[in-house]
T-cell receptor
Framework: AQSVTQLDSHVSVSEGTPVLLRCNYS??????LFWYVQHPNKGLQLLLK??????LVKGINGFEAEFKKSETSFHLTKPSAHMSDAAEYFC???????????FGGGTRLMVKP | NAGVTQTPKFRVLKTGQSMTLLCAQD?????MYWYRQDPGMGLRLIHY???????AKGEVPDGYNVSRLKKQNFLLGLESAAPSQTSVYFC??????????????FGPGTRLTVL
């Protein structure tokens, strides 16, 4: 069994300041981990994915995430927030059992001018 | 290359009515999925298909049926809609599962309200 916990349902930052969205996971297998972003009234877009290669993963739009096995975490960061980053972010885990994804509850990121 | 498309974008039903949601992909993907999204719960898998003519249950299959008669299409049916099925429905597809990092590509969603 696998599960994902996004530790904050809402995060608010000012434009130009760092972003940190927290994610913890549990999995019986060596997991693959993903971050997806959903802008208002849109579908989900893949930001980045971890696939047991480098533990620091770089994604689109300046986002990156670090896989820490000892902490079972996969936090998403960005050095400087932009207004266009305002969206909902989902941390997702996939175990070895097929291609089934388990989603976290989502974190809504608000960016203040 | 349209990716994953969903029809319709919005729908309002009365309790007990039936409807079918259509998902189409033009990427020649083997796997297709239907999810529902509810506030604070992320996305939950309803049904999925590993290839033409095959379907399987996901996490929350009750009240839904699916069919995959053609590789590029995956239909989600509600035989007798209930207010609890008010949600946003997303379809997704992926190429194969032998690579653990395989990515799922999502459609834009269908917003369904059951009165």
């Amino acid at each position: 069994a696998q599960s994902v916990t996004q530790l904050d349902s809402h995060v608010s930052v000012s434009e130009g300041t760092p972003v940190l969205l927290r994610c913890n996971y549990s999995s019986s297998y060596s997991p693959s981990l993903f971050w997806y972003v959903q802008h208002p009234n849109k579908g989900l877009q893949l930001l980045l994915k971890y696939t047991s290669a480098a533990t620091l993963v770089k994604g689109i739009n300046g986002f990156e995430a670090e896989f820490k096995k000892s902490e079972t975490s996969f936090h998403l960061t960005k050095p400087s927030a932009h207004m266009s980053d305002a969206a909902e972010y989902f941390c997702v885990v996939r175990g070895n059992a097929g291609n089934m994804l388990t989603f976290g509850g989502g974190t809504r990121l608000m960016v203040k001018p | 290359n349209a990716g994953v498309t969903q029809t319709p974008k919005f729908r309002v039903l009365k309790t007990g009515q039936s409807m079918t949601l259509l998902c189409a992909q033009d990427m020649n993907h083997e796997y297709m999925y239907w999810y529902r999204q509810d506030p604070g719960m992320g996305l939950r898998l309803i049904h999925y298909s590993v290839g033409e003519g095959t379907t399987a249950k996901g996490e929350v299959p009750d009240g839904y049926n699916v069919s995959r008669l053609k590789k590029q299409n995956f239909l989600l049916g509600l035989e007798s809609a209930a207010p609890s099925q008010t949600s946003v429905y997303f379809c997704a597809s992926s190429y194969q599962t032998s690579i653990s990092s395989d990515t799922q590509y999502f459609g834009p969603g269908t917003r369904l309200t059951v009165l």
